[in-house]
């Protein structure tokens, strides 16, 4: 399916991700790059505030009440009615249906998959529209609305509002700073227990403790949503690097 002209902001943003990628691996048989520079001991002190703007779309905002609801029921019918037979699912060679098949394990232990809680997980964050006509929705806004001059790879977003930060990982450790929904130095680990103690970097400098679940990379899955003749279709569903 030809894509039209109005991804806009998406889909820079998502070639963006896949440009790099194919760098990364075109440069994977030469000499080892030099180490990246360390980030800054301190950073501007930023703030992500959460955004989503289903509402200026009541047919999307049908839509995606619908395929929460299919994700808490496990679905996969519903689920894959709405998926684009052309959808990007990974970085590497799997794409289209079958890939996502592939990718997301629905072939063999759909009731295991990991889709349900990622994709849910995301589309709860909330996302927003690209194109002036309300046709192309991107989530989770985390991924969209990050500061571009932060380097991913190397800060996150705290998705709590008041979220209180451990000296320790420990919650009965002394609370050094509270935090609402702003950026902070992290490096995201394979690990993805929510309730996993994190160490993190404030803007000034400090080093503290929360737990996963409070923070959300910008290279973490995102999804993008567009609307085929009436139908919306899950067009990407990729995370990272």
Sequence with gaps: ?????????????????????????????????????????????????????????????????????????????????????NITCSYGAEFGLEGFMRVWNLNEKPEKSALWTELEKLLRLGGIFTDEELSFFVAPYTFINFPTYFDAYEYSVAIEDQL???????PAAPVIATLSYEIVRWRQVTDRDPNAWEEIFLYNGKKGYVHRRSLRSPIDYRAGFENDGGEWKMTFLVAGD
């Design 1 to 85: 399916m030809q894509r039209p002209k109005k991804w806009g902001l998406a889909l820079a943003l998502f070639l963006l991700g896949v440009c790099s990628s194919l760098t990364l691996a075109a440069d994977s048989s030469g000499p080892s790059p030099a180490p990246a520079p360390a980030p800054p001991a301190t950073f501007d002190r930023v703030r992500v505030p959460p955004a989503d703007e289903a509402d200026k779309n009541p047919e999307f905002k049908e839509f995606r009440e619908q395929l929460l609801e299919a994700l808490k029921n496990h679905d996969l019918k519903f689920v894959l009615e709405h998926v684009d037979k």
């Design 164 to 170: 209180k930060v451990f000296a320790a990982p420990d």
